[in-house]
C-alpha cells in the first residue's frame, strides 16, 4: 500500500542471507486448538532438543547467515529454558520472535518477556471471545489472550494479532480489525487454512472463494486506510500465495497508474519460499521445508548440522523447491502469474493429490484472471461459483 501511495525505485532484488527459521521448541501446549498443524496437547513429549542442543544448532545457523529465528510451539512459554534460548538468541544477533497463544502470559512473567526484547510477539485469535474458546477449548482462553497482549502491549513490546480464517470464524474478520483499533495493535497476521497436522483434518472447514476473496477485499482496503492516514499499521497475510496476484488485480482495478510497479515488485518478491527462504525445525529436531510439512522430514540436527541439511538437494522434494522456476502442473503450471505466485503451496497439492508438484487446490482466481483460456470440460465449480 505505501508502494501505491508513494511508489520507490524497483532496486536489485536482494535475497536474504539465509532462511527464516520457525523453530517449534516444544511441542507441549495448554491447549487443544481445531487448527494445530504440529497436533499438540498438554503433555510432554519424548526426545525434545535439550539447552546446549538448543544452543549447538543455532551456532550453527547464526555462522549459516540465518537472519530470523521465530521460537514458536506448542507453548514456547511451557519450556522452561525459553528465557535463557532467547536471550541468547537477541545476544548472538538475530531478529527474535515469539509465538504464542498469549494465555500463559500474565503480571508474573510480562517483564521477563519484556527484558529479552523480542522484535515481535505474536498472540493467536481466532475470534471474538466465544468463537475463540470454541477453537482453543477452553472456556476464557480469549480473556487470558487479551490480558497478555494489553500487558505486553503496555511493555512496550511489539505485539501483532495471529488469525487463522475458515468457515466458523470468518464473518468475525471486521471484529478484529475493528479490536485492533480499540487495542492499539498495530500488526495483523492473516493465516488461510493449510492442510498440516489437526488443519489437515478440518480441512472441510477450509474457506474457499467468495468468502477468501471478500475477507482479502477487505484487509485491502482497511490497509489503504491506515496506509493513507499515516498509521504505520502492518498487514499480512500467509499460507496462499496467490493473494499476491489477487493484489495486483486489485491494484489494476483501483490504482491502474500503478499496476505495472506493483506488477514489478510482487514479481521480485518471487512468491512461495518454502524450502529456500522459509525453514522449520521441530521439537525433536527435524528439519522441514516449512512448519506445514512436519510428515516429510529432511533429517535431524542431532545428527547433521541445519546448515548441510538445508544445502542437500538429494531429496527430490528440496531439489524440486529449490528449482527455479519449479515444475508445477496443472492450472499453476499454465498460470500467466507464476513469477508472482511461485506455484503456491505445495504442501496442500501434496496433501489432496499425493503430488507435491500438481496445482494448489486453494487458488481462489478464475481461470480467466489467471491468464488460462477456460477449458471445455466441467470440472472447474470455481468459475460458476464466482460467476454467480
Same mark, same amino acid.
Given at each position: 500500500?505505501?508502494? +501505491?501511495?508513494?511508489?520507490?525505485?524497483?532496486?536489485? &532484488?536482494?535475497?536474504?542471507? /539465509?532462511?527464516?527459521? +520457525?523453530?517449534?521448541?516444544?511441542? $507441549?501446549?495448554?491447549?487443544?486448538? &481445531?487448527?494445530?498443524?504440529?497436533?499438540?496437547?498438554?503433555?510432554?513429549?519424548?526426545?525434545?532438543?535439550?539447552?546446549?542442543?538448543?544452543?549447538?544448532?543455532?551456532?550453527?545457523? &547464526?555462522?549459516?547467515?540465518?537472519?530470523?529465528?521465530? #521460537?514458536?510451539?506448542?507453548?514456547?512459554?511451557?519450556?522452561?529454558?525459553? *528465557?535463557?534460548?532467547?536471550?541468547?538468541?537477541?545476544?548472538?544477533?538475530?531478529?527474535?520472535?515469539?509465538?504464542?497463544?498469549?494465555? #500463559?502470559?500474565?503480571? $508474573?512473567?510480562?517483564?521477563?518477556?519484556?527484558?529479552?526484547?523480542?522484535?515481535?510477539?505474536?498472540?493467536?485469535?481466532?475470534? +471474538?471471545?466465544?468463537?475463540?474458546?470454541?477453537?482453543?477449548?477452553?472456556?476464557?482462553?480469549?480473556?487470558?489472550?487479551?490480558?497478555?497482549?494489553? #500487558?505486553?502491549?503496555?511493555?512496550? +513490546?511489539?505485539?501483532?494479532?495471529? *488469525?487463522?480464517?475458515?468457515?466458523?470464524?470468518?464473518?468475525?474478520?471486521?471484529? %478484529?480489525?475493528? %479490536?485492533?483499533?480499540?487495542?492499539?495493535?498495530?500488526?495483523?497476521?492473516?493465516?488461510?487454512? @493449510?492442510?498440516? /497436522?489437526?488443519?489437515?483434518? @478440518?480441512?472441510?472447514?477450509?474457506?474457499?472463494? @467468495?468468502?477468501? $476473496?471478500?475477507?482479502?477485499?477487505?484487509?485491502?482496503?482497511?490497509?489503504?486506510?491506515?496506509?493513507?492516514?499515516?498509521?504505520?499499521?502492518?498487514?499480512?497475510?500467509?499460507?496462499?500465495?496467490?493473494?499476491?496476484?489477487?493484489?495486483?488485480?486489485?491494484?489494476?482495478? $483501483?490504482?491502474?497508474?500503478?499496476?505495472?510497479?506493483?506488477?514489478?515488485?510482487?514479481?521480485?518478491?518471487?512468491?512461495?519460499?518454502?524450502?529456500?527462504?522459509?525453514? @522449520?525445525?521441530?521439537?525433536?529436531?527435524?528439519?522441514?521445508?516449512?512448519?506445514?510439512?512436519?510428515?516429510?522430514?529432511? /533429517?535431524?540436527?542431532?545428527?547433521?548440522?541445519?546448515?548441510?541439511?538445508?544445502?542437500?538437494?538429494?531429496?527430490?522434494?528440496?531439489?524440486?523447491?529449490?528449482?527455479?522456476?519449479?515444475?508445477?502442473?496443472?492450472?499453476?503450471?499454465?498460470?500467466?502469474?507464476?513469477?508472482?505466485? /511461485?506455484?503456491?503451496?505445495?504442501?496442500?497439492?501434496?496433501? #489432496?493429490?499425493?503430488?507435491?508438484?500438481?496445482?494448489?487446490?486453494?487458488?481462489?482466481?478464475?481461470?480467466?484472471?489467471?491468464?488460462?483460456?477456460?477449458?471445455?470440460?466441467?470440472?472447474?465449480?470455481?468459475?460458476?461459483?464466482?460467476?454467480?
Amino acid at each position: 500500500m505505501q508502494e +501505491i501511495l508513494a511508489p520507490k525505485p524497483l532496486g536489485p &532484488k536482494r535475497n536474504p542471507p /539465509g532462511p527464516v527459521v +520457525i523453530w517449534n521448541l516444544v511441542r $507441549r501446549c495448554n491447549l487443544m486448538c &481445531k487448527h494445530c498443524y504440529s497436533i499438540s496437547a498438554d503433555t510432554d513429549f519424548p526426545n525434545e532438543l535439550n539447552t546446549q542442543q538448543v544452543f549447538e544448532v543455532m551456532d550453527d545457523l &547464526k555462522q549459516f547467515r540465518v537472519p530470523v529465528l521465530i #521460537l514458536s510451539g506448542g507453548e514456547p512459554l511451557l519450556r522452561p529454558d525459553i *528465557f535463557e534460548i532467547a536471550h541468547r538468541a537477541k545476544a548472538m544477533g538475530f531478529y527474535t520472535a515469539l509465538s504464542t497463544n498469549g494465555t #500463559l502470559i500474565d503480571e $508474573r512473567n510480562v517483564d521477563k518477556i519484556a527484558a529479552v526484547g523480542f522484535d515481535y510477539l505474536g498472540i493467536s485469535i481466532d475470534g +471474538i471471545r466465544e468463537t475463540h474458546d470454541r477453537f482453543r477449548r477452553k472456556e476464557g482462553a480469549y480473556e487470558e489472550s487479551m490480558h497478555g497482549l494489553r #500487558l505486553c502491549r503496555d511493555a512496550g +513490546i511489539k505485539v501483532g494479532l495471529r *488469525f487463522t480464517m475458515t468457515q466458523d470464524n470468518a464473518e468475525e474478520l471486521p471484529q %478484529l480489525l475493528d %479490536l485492533m483499533v480499540e487495542e492499539r495493535i498495530n500488526k495483523f497476521y492473516f493465516s488461510h487454512l @493449510n492442510y498440516a /497436522g489437526r488443519g489437515n483434518k @478440518n480441512r472441510e472447514d477450509d474457506v474457499f472463494l @467468495n468468502t477468501t $476473496r471478500w475477507a482479502m477485499d477487505l484487509l485491502f482496503e482497511r490497509a489503504l486506510e491506515d496506509a493513507t492516514e499515516g498509521r504505520g499499521t502492518e498487514f499480512v497475510t500467509g499460507n496462499n500465495d496467490a493473494d499476491g496476484v489477487y493484489l495486483l488485480r486489485w491494484v489494476e482495478r $483501483r490504482f491502474p497508474e500503478q499496476a505495472e510497479h506493483i506488477g514489478d515488485k510482487l514479481i521480485q518478491w518471487g512468491g512461495n519460499s518454502s524450502g529456500v527462504n522459509i525453514a @522449520n525445525i521441530d521439537n525433536q529436531g527435524r528439519v522441514h521445508p516449512d512448519t506445514m510439512w512436519w510428515d516429510y522430514d529432511l /533429517g535431524n540436527v542431532k545428527q547433521r548440522p541445519f546448515s548441510e541439511i538445508w544445502q542437500d538437494t538429494s531429496d527430490p522434494i528440496m531439489a524440486g523447491l529449490k528449482q527455479s522456476p519449479r515444475k508445477i502442473g496443472g492450472r499453476c503450471g499454465q498460470c500467466h502469474y507464476f513469477n508472482i505466485c /511461485g506455484g503456491n503451496t505445495r504442501v496442500r497439492a501434496r496433501q #489432496l493429490t499425493g503430488d507435491a508438484w500438481s496445482e494448489d487446490p486453494a487458488c481462489y482466481l478464475t481461470d480467466k484472471e489467471i491468464g488460462i483460456e477456460v477449458r471445455v470440460e466441467d470440472d472447474g465449480p470455481r468459475d460458476r461459483l464466482l460467476a454467480g
